[in-house]
């Protein structure tokens, strides 16, 4: 789990969204659709101060690689990545970082959403959230399927 450029899915570093899109590689390709998460300030009414993100890795990066593989069949992608961060982050940092690359944008987006959703719900990734007043919460989102 290092950098977002090395095929991991999985970082506890700041992911590199400019080595992900790959701009000059897929010449066929006129959509490119990128979506970062970000840490928010809030959650259900509460304030965050910040988060972490856990993960059982060595399934996560499986499920994910797998998300990947099918999301290019099924919209007919020349290239889709997803990078997670893990560990601690702060306000306003990038949680997860997906980016698909169509011939047309419809696909490129709808690809993108489906990407963020199914690794949402499969992959095996924890966030728990502190608030302000010294609490914290593992936050109950999206179940895995």
């Known amino acids: 789990m290092t950098d977002s450029s090395n095929g991991t899915h999985l970082t506890e570093q700041p992911i590199a969204i400019d080595e992900l899109l790959a701009l000059d590689h897929y010449p066929e390709c006129g959509g490119l659709a990128l979506f ?3 840490v928010r300030d809030h959650h259900q009414g509460l304030p965050v101060e910040s988060l972490r993100y856990t993960a059982y890795a060595p399934l996560a990066e499986k499920r994910i690689a797998e998300i990947e593989q099918q999301t290019r069949e099924r919209f007919g992608l020349s290239y889709c990545r ?3 961060r893990l560990g601690a982050l702060r306000i306003g940092d990038v949680a997860i970082v997906c980016v698909a690359r169509a011939a047309h944008r419809a696909e490129a987006f709808e690809a993108c959403r489906y ?8 992959a095996p990734i924890w966030k728990e959230e502190f608030y ?8 109950q989102g999206c179940c895995i399927r």
């Open 36 to 38: 970062a998460g970000t």
């Open 82 to 84: 997803v990078v997670h």
């Open 115 to 122: 990407l963020v959703d199914e690794v949402k719900h499969q």
């Open 132 to 139: 302000t007043d010294g609490s914290s919460a593992y936050v």
